[in-house]
């Protein structure tokens, strides 16, 4: 069930998206960074999930916090003339690598232990 | 029990749809305006860049922009210089043929008379009294009418009577004007008002009413369309500095 709402949701935007008018590139930071954090909330709840701790509250409040603050950042930074949207880059896009090589090493535990066990199965 | 946890589970599957469509859409719109802004020089720099090279450029335009507008000055002031200097030119030309006509270096035409005078000399009036030839006084007295009438132009036979013309006979023969010998008819044409013309010499006290009375045959004939022609010789000044 939510596989199918997962893909009801990623198809019906895609195709709204690709419909949608097209906005000016002066806002193309904001939305490229509330892409990121939002991408940043995806794989930290499946993170949670492999680790079995998923909240449903915590992920959606983080997705759109993320995206809301992040996009209020770069807002900031362009006032200020500060890039700050790279500090928020550079934090998203690490926790994604923190949060992807979490995932590579539950499912590679997860297969080489299914190895060994047939190993031993069939030595048996 | 069982409702429960499929009512939170589709509570889940609905956010977590929200959310994804959320993300989609967002990607999307952010594909979809890269692909139109896909311009390689502006898609590679940064804003600073940018703004860098844009205040260089608005720059280069304004230096640009100086230079033009002080061409366009130049220009206008040049154009302006040629404008008099073609009225100068075409105020000094009218002049110059208003002179030309006046001297009477040129063809003109208007309107006016024309007198003719045959001489009649030696013709019997009665017993003892013979017709007189016709004298350069004659016609001195005539053009001077016509001039004190207001004739602008004036030929004798074709000769055009200007400030230097000379009016006089050589022995008891023949008349000369401007130096070429004439003779009769004399025929002069003069552009005037015709009337002022006609009635200076043929009215009373006029020169050719005079002649006639003398027995000489003469005519004045008021033309719409008469050409004087120049005159024909260099005018040449030796003596005036």
Same mark, same amino acid.
């Given at each position: 069930?939510?596989?199918?709402?997962?893909?009801?949701?990623?198809?019906?935007?895609?195709?709204?998206?690709?419909?949608?008018?097209?906005?000016?590139?002066?806002?193309?930071?904001?939305?490229?960074?509330?892409?990121? #954090? &939002? %991408?940043?909330?995806?794989? /930290?709840?499946?993170?949670?999930? +492999?680790?079995?701790?998923?909240?449903?509250? $915590?992920?959606?409040?983080?997705?759109?916090?993320?995206?809301?603050?992040?996009?209020?950042?770069?807002?900031?930074?362009?006032?200020?003339?500060?890039?700050?949207?790279? #500090? &928020? %880059?550079?934090?998203?896009? /690490?926790?994604?690598?923190?949060? +992807?090589?979490?995932?590579?090493?539950?499912? $590679?535990?997860?297969?080489?232990?299914?190895?060994?066990?047939?190993?031993?199965?069939?030595?048996? | 029990?069982?409702?429960?946890?499929?009512?939170?589970?589709?509570?889940?599957?609905?956010?977590?749809?929200?959310?994804?469509?959320?993300?989609?859409?967002?990607?999307?719109?952010?594909?979809?305006?890269?692909?139109?802004?896909?311009?390689?020089?502006?898609?590679?720099?940064?804003?600073?860049?940018?703004?860098?090279?844009?205040?260089?450029?608005?720059?280069?335009?304004?230096?640009?922009?100086?230079?033009?507008?002080?061409?366009?000055?130049?220009?206008?002031?040049?154009?302006?210089?040629?404008?008099?200097?073609?009225?100068?030119?075409?105020?000094?030309?009218?002049?110059?043929?208003?002179?030309?006509?006046?001297?009477?270096?040129?063809?003109?035409?208007?309107?006016?008379?024309?007198?003719?005078?045959?001489?009649?000399?030696?013709?019997?009036?009665?017993?003892?009294?013979?017709?007189?030839?016709?004298?350069?006084?004659?016609?001195?007295?005539?053009?001077?009418?016509?001039?004190?009438?207001?004739?602008?132009?004036?030929?004798?036979?074709?000769?055009?009577?200007?400030?230097?013309?000379?009016?006089?006979?050589?022995?008891?023969?023949?008349?000369?004007?401007?130096?070429?010998?004439?003779?009769?008819?004399?025929?002069?044409?003069?552009?005037?008002?015709?009337?002022?013309?006609?009635?200076?010499?043929?009215?009373?006290?006029?020169?050719?009413?005079?002649?006639?009375?003398?027995?000489?045959?003469?005519?004045?004939?008021?033309?719409?369309?008469?050409?004087?022609?120049?005159?024909?010789?260099?005018?040449?000044?030796?003596?005036?500095?």
């Amino acid at each position: 069930m939510i596989i199918i709402a997962i893909l009801i949701g990623c198809i019906v935007g895609a195709l709204i998206g690709i419909n949608a008018p097209v906005i000016p590139y002066t806002y193309s930071t904001f939305l490229a960074i509330a892409v990121v #954090a &939002a %991408l940043d909330s995806v794989f /930290g709840g499946i993170t949670s999930v +492999l680790k079995k701790n998923f909240d449903l509250t $915590i992920f959606i409040s983080g997705f759109f916090c993320n995206s809301i603050l992040s996009i209020a950042l770069t807002y900031l930074g362009q006032k200020l003339n500060l890039d700050i949207y790279l #500090a &928020a %880059l550079v934090v998203f896009v /690490g926790r994604m690598f923190t949060n +992807l090589t979490i995932i590579r090493r539950y499912y $590679i535990e997860k297969w080489t232990s299914k190895i060994e066990k047939d190993d031993k199965e069939l030595q048996q | 029990m069982k409702i429960k946890i499929k009512k939170e589970k589709l509570v889940m599957s609905i956010t977590i749809g929200i959310a994804c469509f959320a993300l989609m859409l967002v990607m999307f719109m952010q594909f979809n305006m890269v692909k139109q802004t896909d311009i390689t020089g502006i898609e590679t720099m940064r804003e600073s860049e940018l703004r860098l090279e844009l205040s260089s450029w608005n720059e280069k335009y304004n230096e640009l922009n100086t230079i033009y507008q002080e061409t366009v000055g130049k220009s206008e002031e040049y154009k302006n210089e040629r404008e008099s200097y073609e009225k100068t030119y075409e105020l000094l030309s009218k002049e110059l043929e208003q002179l030309n006509k006046a001297l009477g270096k040129t063809d003109v035409e208007g309107e006016g008379i024309v007198i003719q005078l045959t001489d009649k000399a030696g013709t019997q009036l009665s017993e003892d009294v013979k017709v007189k030839r016709i004298t350069e006084e004659d016609l001195l007295i005539i053009v001077n009418q016509l001039f004190a009438a207001g004739a602008e132009a004036i030929s004798i036979n074709g000769h055009r009577v200007i400030s230097t013309t000379s009016i006089f006979s050589i022995g008891e023969e023949f008349l000369k004007v401007n130096g070429e010998r004439i003779v009769e008819p004399y025929v002069i044409n003069a552009i005037g008002n015709p009337d002022y013309l006609k009635s200076t010499v043929s009215g009373k006290g006029g020169h050719v009413d005079a002649l006639k009375e003398l027995g000489h045959e003469t005519s004045v004939d008021i033309n719409k369309n008469i050409k004087i022609e120049k005159y024909e010789k260099e005018l040449h000044t030796k003596y005036i500095d």
